[in-house]
T-cell receptor
Framework: EAEVAQSPRYKITEKSQAVAFWCDPISGHATLYWYRQILGQGPELLVQFQDESVVDDSQLPKDRFSAERLKGVDSTLKIQPAELGDSAMYLC??????????????FGSGTQLSVL | SQKIEQNSEALNIQEGKTATLTCNYTNYSPAYLQWYRQDPGRGPVFLLLIRENEKEKRKERLKVTFDTTLKQSLFHITASQPADSATYLCALQAGGFKTIFGAGTRLFVKA
């Protein structure tokens, strides 16, 4: 079965440094999500793309986080500068299209970020 | 405020027993509700979806119920196995094709 690809799998950085995460959704999936999951909590939506357009970034801390999906395929999430509280799992997910009869999300394995 | 609540304490059960996990929500009227399984260090994996006009949905040893009056979903695993040990996440559609998640319940099945 096709998978959502994410890299890197793990990232350790020092605070104030810049970090970037990459996601390649399942081929043909128009909708892409970035979630952040702090240990012991559920995934929290950061940003939602429909093709190359941002649909919802209301929970994205825009002073330090940015996300893009320039060609409507793969996506990059960036944090600059990283803070200690950013340590979390960053998950990418995709669905075929909004309103799909089976709106299950396909998740990648995530990037585990540790900020020291 | 809008909330999704799941049992915060871990659930420990004996192999062969039925595990029942609860998901309660407030201030939403979701068209459907989903359950996902998450293993440590991995992304969630979809298990079941139940729509607002469905009372119950089954898949192999899994059963989900959805009570829109109580604003509650119950997730059952029958004949549980140690391999079922994981965190189970409840999720619902919050409008605008946005899926939001509860904090999850950790299940431990002892052999």
């Amino acid at each position: 079965e096709a998978e959502v690809a994410q890299s890197p799998r793990y990232k350790i950085t020092e605070k104030s440094q810049a970090v970037a995460f990459w996601c390649d959704p399942i081929s043909g999936h128009a909708t892409l999500y970035w979630y952040r999951q702090i240990l012991g909590q559920g995934p929290e939506l950061l940003v939602q793309f429909q093709d190359e357009s941002v649909v919802d970034d209301s929970q994205l801390p825009k002073d330090r986080f940015s996300a893009e999906r320039l060609k409507g395929v793969d996506s990059t999430l960036k944090i600059q500068p990283a803070e200690l509280g950013d340590s979390a799992m960053y998950l990418c997910a995709s669905i075929n299209k909004p309103g799909d009869t089976l709106e299950k999300l396909f998740f990648g394995s995530g990037t585990q970020l540790s900020v020291l | 405020s809008q909330k999704i609540e799941q049992n915060s304490e871990a659930l420990n059960i004996q192999e062969g027993k039925t595990a029942t996990l609860t998901c309660n929500y407030t201030n939403y009227s979701p068209a459907y509700l989903q359950w996902y399984r998450q293993d440590p260090g991995r992304g969630p994996v979809f298990l079941l979806l139940i729509r607002e006009n469905e009372k119950e949905k089954r898949k192999e040893r899994l059963k989900v119920t959805f009570d829109t009056t109580l604003k509650q979903s119950l997730f059952h695993i029958t004949a549980s196995q140690p391999a079922d040990s994981a965190t189970y996440l409840c999720a619902l559609q919050a409008g605008g094709f946005k899926t939001i998640f509860g904090a999850g319940t950790r299940l431990f099945v002892k052999a």
